[in-house]
């Protein structure tokens, strides 16, 4: 029997490309910094920032990570909402869930912004715990904020919890709590990377999320 599902939110949930893109394009212009053009942003979606930052910036010195990253939540918090899409199929999928199974959300974006997305989507309400990273300390790693989703929902790995992700770093977090992944393959990563980290089932798509459950809820 399943016990609860975990989501994250960037390309699972949501589609932030466009407005990732623009807060980081924003904070790299202004540190005379190459831009992003296109999916460029994407390999750059998923980890905290504290991880991207220095990657876009092609430096380790934590003074400019630190410059990058309060530009970017500058803009981001002008803009996130304004420029955010729901996946198709986001809100009757997660309120069908919600009515069976506890839903958790557990993603590296600070949780401040978090809610206010889910909040524009009208989909707060459908989760127990929504559990993401501070303002203060954005360098969790994935699978600490998936333990800590997990100790809300007063979960261990036996009662058969599912994580739904769309990178590596979502596979690899939930695997330290001996969790299995369902890849969401429309999102940020692709199926080869899910594929390759280790996930065990693949979706193209959110609608094809609950005849999956189904299954699983009988299965594991």
Request: net charge negative; with cysteine; proline share 5%.
């Amino acid at each position: 029997m399943l016990g609860a599902v975990i989501f994250d939110l960037d390309g699972v949930l949501i589609d932030s490309l466009a407005s990732v893109r623009a807060s980081m394009n924003h904070a790299l212009g202004r540190l005379g910094r190459p831009l992003l053009v296109g999916d460029e942003a994407r390999a750059y979606i998923g980890p905290p920032l504290a991880q991207t930052a220095p990657r876009l910036m092609g430096d380790d010195d934590p003074a400019q990570s630190e410059r990058f990253i309060a530009m970017f939540r500058a803009h981001y918090d002008e803009t996130a909402e304004a420029t955010t899409a729901a996946m198709p199929h986001l809100s009757p999928v997660i309120h069908a869930l919600a009515d069976r199974w506890p839903l958790a959300l557990a993603t590296s974006k600070p949780e401040v912004y978090a809610r206010r997305l889910l909040d524009v989507f009208g989909i707060t309400g459908a989760f127990r715990t929504i559990c993401g990273s501070s303002l203060e300390h954005h360098d969790d790693t994935k699978a600490t904020i998936i333990g800590r989703a997990l100790g809300a929902l007063g979960l261990a790995a036996e009662d058969r919890a599912v994580m739904v992700g769309d990178r590596s770093y979502d596979v690899r977090g939930a695997a330290a709590h001996g969790i299995r992944t369902i890849g969401a393959a429309y999102g940020m990563g692709g199926a080869q990377e899910l594929r390759e980290a280790g996930a065990t089932w693949l979706i193209d798509g959110l609608d094809e999320l609950p005849a999956l459950l189904d299954r699983l809820d009988t299965t594991l």
